[in-house]
């Protein structure tokens, strides 16, 4: 049994999000609501719960705020929210869990399996990441959460090399020889490196653009990079993977 707690600055959305629960997690048991972060805080030392839903936008004290006053967090958290879609990309980069309103019982199922398989207190290093991704902060060590198969791992961007698509699962190769399997499809990980210098050459790979050291021609071709490995181009992306390697210089003629 997990035992949980609601914060959330809505009523309504307390007993919807109860309700859904009580039809759908009965493996969830709600043992205190609060309606305010300042509430919530005596409440979670009191009754110690497994698990804590909490709303992000609250007056007074958001979620965030909420989660500072603690020294340490011995509590899943699972955040909820109305944020857009740029905040969304966020929580992506973080790897914590969050369910957007109005809460889908499917979501729901999910996010609560993931606690049931493991009680996992949120990292100082996910909920920095998340909060300068949130208010558009420039991150000073740009490092993503990657969830493996030995934990979440707090990876620098420009330590990749490049990513291949795994079914499922997205490979991600390290400088250092180093290689970790992510449980994240590669279209996930496109998104989050996106805003950085990566480029999806294939349907099946992604690379560092600054860890190139040969293009090869070909139909597509193929690259080589720093640490020796080779990753095919695809046709359709040779002109895009050109034009990014030596803006300018190649066009739509090219063979």
Do not use: W
Request: hydrophobic share 40%; net charge negative; charged share 25%.
């Amino acid at each position: 049994m997990i035992n949980a707690l609601i914060v959330d600055d809505e009523p309504k959305n307390i007993r919807i999000l109860n309700g859904l629960l009580q039809e759908s997690c009965p493996e969830v048991k709600v043992i205190g609501e609060a309606i305010s972060a300042e509430t919530a805080i005596p409440l979670i030392h009191e009754t110690q719960p497994d698990l804590v839903f909490l709303d992000i936008e609250m007056p007074r004290m958001n979620g965030f705020e909420m989660l500072e006053q603690f020294s340490e967090i011995p509590f899943a958290v699972i955040f909820t929210t109305s944020y857009d879609q740029y905040a969304i990309k966020a929580f992506r980069f973080s790897a914590l869990d969050y369910l957007l309103k109005p809460i889908d019982h499917e979501e729901l199922e999910k996010a609560v399996a993931k606690v049931s398989r493991q009680v996992l207190s949120p990292l100082p290093q996910q909920l920095e990441i998340l909060l300068q991704k949130i208010h558009h902060q420039p991150s000073a060590i740009n490092k993503i959460a990657l969830p493996s198969m030995e934990g979440l791992q707090m990876i620098p961007v420009d330590s990749i090399i490049s990513c291949a698509s795994d079914r499922n699962y997205t490979a991600v190769l390290l400088k250092g020889k180093q290689k970790i399997i992510v449980s994240r499809i590669l279209k996930d990980i496109e998104e989050m490196l996106e805003e950085y210098s990566f480029l999806r050459v294939h349907h099946s790979y992604i690379v560092n653009l600054n860890e190139i050291t040969k293009y090869i021609k070909g139909e597509g071709g193929y690259l080589v990079m720093s640490d020796g490995s080779s990753v095919d181009v695809s046709r359709s992306r040779k002109e895009i993977l050109l034009q990014k390697l030596q803006p300018g210089k190649y066009n739509s003629a090219e063979s």
